[in-house]
């Protein structure tokens, strides 16, 4: 199916879209798509990718950390939550690359203010509007440029704005009222301009008939693995926005942490197996890669209601056809503590420069200055 087949058939596909944001950078990405996961609420990366060889870990996980013999092992004194043992496939084929000690100097442990720093890419007393991701993407006339189908849409903000539609079938999306006639008023015509942009979206969304999309993989019925699936039947249909955003959580695990997160990594790890497991049998897993990414980590130190707190610098995962799997940065030391938060290893701008390299979207301001990681 061609794309513009494709924009006939997605109108029974319920999604949020936003459509193309500015940029002055020229895409060669030739068909490659950045899937970006947000762990909302802040995601505890120690009992994700658990450093079981480090004694101060059971010591100040107590009864919240998990047992040595119940990890899947990743590398000598690393392993996998082992929720997550659906992404095992993935890591032994080399496809996988954890990035240990994520963070930025300074760190803030609002949810509000640090999710603005990781979707700006900005220092932590520096305010931006625009999201990183609108700092690098092409500018091109296809009107499916940036998609989210959860999660915050804030890494996109850009300076053309960003088209949205609420959740629920695109078959009930309606245009946008375009009034005839001219204007000098420069607000009034980019409003204008947005409007109409959205309404060449409609109209193509409306032409197509998704149900003729056949899948091979069976998809879980979790919110997340319904995000996942959503992105193959798009990609089978060929349509492929530049960047996709999908979320899960809350992670923000204060108290009884260890079922929560343990089903939510559950769910993290099916809809990414899955996912991958399709793209493969259609041949396009080399042009996809997948990165997680989260306001912040957790505290070392389980609370009084077998939580964590929130913390600072935390691991994150990376998952593609054309990841060069295994360990990336430094984990950060369990005894050097910054007022009881792990201090960060690695600057998180390095990981999104990664990224956008991998994309061929060049750089930014806020990323001219890292250099990229070495797992693409």
């Not at 078959?171 to 942009?197: I, N």
């Not at 997340?224 to 492929?240: G, I, M, P, Y």
């Not at 054309?322 to 938060?341: C, F, H, I, K, T």
């Not at 690695?346 to 250099?371: A, C, H, P, V």
Request: net charge negative.
């Amino acid at each position: 199916m061609h794309r513009r087949q494709f924009l006939k058939a997605s109108g029974a596909l319920p999604f949020l879209a936003y459509f193309p944001v500015g940029s002055s950078l020229a895409s060669t990405s030739a068909g490659k798509v950045l899937i970006l996961v947000q762990l909302g609420g802040g995601n505890d990366s120690l009992n994700t990718f658990i450093p079981y060889a480090d004694p101060l870990y059971y010591q100040q996980r107590q009864n919240l950390a998990i047992e040595a013999e119940d990890i899947l092992q990743l590398s000598t004194g690393l392993g996998l939550n082992p929720a997550m043992a659906d992404l095992l496939p993935g890591w032994e084929a080399g496809e996988m690359a954890v990035v240990e000690g994520l963070g930025y100097p300074q760190p803030n442990r609002s949810h509000f203010r640090s999710i603005d720093i990781w979707q700006t890419a900005s220092d932590h007393d520096e305010f931006l509007q625009n999201g990183w991701v609108s700092q690098v993407l092409p500018d091109n006339d296809f009107p499916l440029n940036a998609l989210v189908l959860g999660g915050s849409p804030g890494a996109f903000n850009g300076e053309q704005g960003q088209l949205s539609a609420t959740p629920g079938s695109l078959g009930d999306l309606q245009e946008a009222y375009l009034p005839t006639g001219t204007t000098s008023t420069s607000a009034v015509e980019f409003v204008m301009q947005q409007r109409q942009k959205y309404n060449q979206a409609i109209a193509l969304l409306g032409e197509v008939d998704f149900s003729s999309v056949q899948l091979t993989t069976e998809f879980a019925n979790d919110s997340f693995s319904l995000q996942c699936e959503a992105v193959a039947r798009l990609l089978s249909a060929d349509v492929k926005p530049c960047v996709i955003h999908l979320s899960l959580g809350s992670f923000d695990t204060h108290s009884n942490q260890r079922n929560a997160q343990d089903n939510l990594l559950s769910q993290l790890a099916a809809g990414l197996s899955a996912l991958r497991t399709e793209l493969i049998a259609q041949g396009l897993w080399s042009q996809i890669t997948v990165g997680t990414y989260a306001e912040f980590g957790r505290r070392l130190a389980v609370n009084a209601s077998d939580g964590t707190d929130h913390g600072t610098a935390a691991s994150h995962f990376v998952l593609g056809g054309s990841v060069l799997g295994g360990l990336y940065g430094q984990a950060p030391s369990l005894s050097e503590l910054e007022d009881g938060d792990l201090i960060y290893t690695e600057d998180f701008r390095r990981y999104y420069r990664t990224l956008s390299d991998w994309m061929e979207w060049g750089t930014s301001e806020q990323l001219n200055d890292f250099e990229p990681l070495s797992f693409l």
